[in-house]
């Protein structure tokens, strides 16, 4: 029976008083949803649990069935990889924020709050033209990426705080170790920052915030583990990322996005087709997390309410074959604190044009039963 895994990123989340001490999941409207958990169950689970912090790449990995031990250290190196790049042994990539800073010195922003993409492409340009031994890649965005040589490593061992859950604390207090331990790296940081001077808003001003040092990483690939093909709907990069690092094949997406904005029926189309080819399917949608790292929980309501209006309906009435569908999110993102964290979120499983019951997962260990295990 073919295999379909639906991550909803980020979508657990607070009680939120506006939406009457309801969550985000349990506000929205979500008919097709519902009536796929009436063909197997709806609970709730956590992925991290208390193994490590709750991020995309670790919590996906988990997932799709890797063991902790497999986990790279950070995403920098798949996000790169989903741009068609590569590392050597003797390099290293970081991922590279451009943040934003108010009048007091503390980070306001982890995304270049304010920014048109007009400036954003002005700013890219900037950093191309700093030369010294670092290459920068502008991703998308306020996203970028850093290459540099490997004799800095010292950068593993460095405290650097993600940027998205360090809102509000002190600018020079976050990037003290990281400068104090590679003198390439705080030039870089100083020199784009005088240059970005000139885009300074009354409220704050703007600068290169890297962070989540990672090295090449070799993954058994997907076919290997599971003697199965695979492919993966997605947008964002680390989720491409990951799906090049297992050898899984990524399908074709012109107008879909890694946020609110993407092109739900695409992404429907694509799942479509990629189960009409493929043992496995994993389709991602990343707006709901980056709408509750900007706070705004009706965003990421209305977000839910059109996946399942638009990919959902679609997907129900147009795939008439037996196929197990899970759908979960990789951790909970709270849009009152616009951080991660490690609560349980919404987990479906079902099997759709087929009669089979589902036992009700205790945990992430039954998530890999469910997906891989021959029926």
Not at 58 to 72: V, Y
Not at 167 to 186: F, H, M, P, T, W
Not at 253 to 274: M, Y
Not at 284 to 289: A, C, E, L
């Amino acid at each position: 029976m073919k295999t379909l895994l639906v991550i909803i990123d980020g979508l657990g989340d607070d009680k939120i008083a506006d939406f009457g001490n309801k969550t985000v999941y349990e506000y929205a409207k979500h008919p097709n949803l519902d009536r796929i958990a009436t063909n197997g169950f709806c609970s709730s689970l956590s992925i991290a649990q208390k193994d490590f912090l709750p991020e995309s790449l670790a919590c996906t990995l988990r997932i799709l069935g890797l063991e902790q031990k497999e986990f790279p250290t950070n995403r920098a190196y798949m996000e790169l990889l989903a741009n068609g790049k590569d590392i050597s042994e003797f390099e290293m990539v970081l991922r590279c924020n451009l943040v934003s800073i108010d009048q007091q010195g503390c980070l306001h922003s982890f995304n270049g709050e304010g920014l048109s993409k007009n400036e954003i492409n002005e700013i890219t340009n900037i950093a191309n033209e700093y030369r010294s031994n670092i290459e920068f890649i502008h991703l998308s965005d306020y996203r970028n990426l850093l290459i540099l040589d490997k004799k800095e490593d010292v950068l593993r061992e460095a405290m650097i705080k993600p940027p998205h859950e360090s809102i509000g604390e002190n600018i020079v207090e976050l990037l003290n170790d990281l400068r104090e331990k590679s003198l390439v790296i705080a030039d870089f940081i100083d020199a784009t920052e005088k240059r970005l001077a000139k885009f300074a808003r009354k409220e704050f001003t703007y600068l290169f915030y890297p962070w989540g040092p990672a090295e090449r990483e070799q993954l058994k690939s997907f076919e290997e583990r599971y003697q199965r093909t695979g492919a993966v709907v997605c947008k964002a990069e680390i989720i491409r990322g990951i799906a090049l690092a297992l050898g899984l094949t990524i399908m074709d997406l012109k107008q879909a996005t890694g946020e609110t904005d993407t092109n739900l029926l695409e992404k429907a189309q694509q799942t479509i087709s990629a189960l009409q080819s493929h043992d496995f399917v994993f389709t991602h949608f990343n707006g709901t997390d980056e709408a509750a790292h900007r706070y705004d929980y009706r965003e990421k309501a209305a977000f839910v309410e059109r996946i399942d209006r638009e990919f959902f309906a679609f997907l129900l009435n147009n795939w008439h074959e037996p196929v197990k569908i899970l759908v979960c999110a990789d951790h909970a993102t709270s849009s009152l604190s616009g951080k991660h964290t490690r609560d349980k979120v919404p987990c479906i499983a079902a099997t759709l044009n087929y009669k089979e019951k589902i036992t009700v997962f205790k945990d992430y260990h039954d998530i890999k039963n469910f997906l891989f295990a021959r029926r």
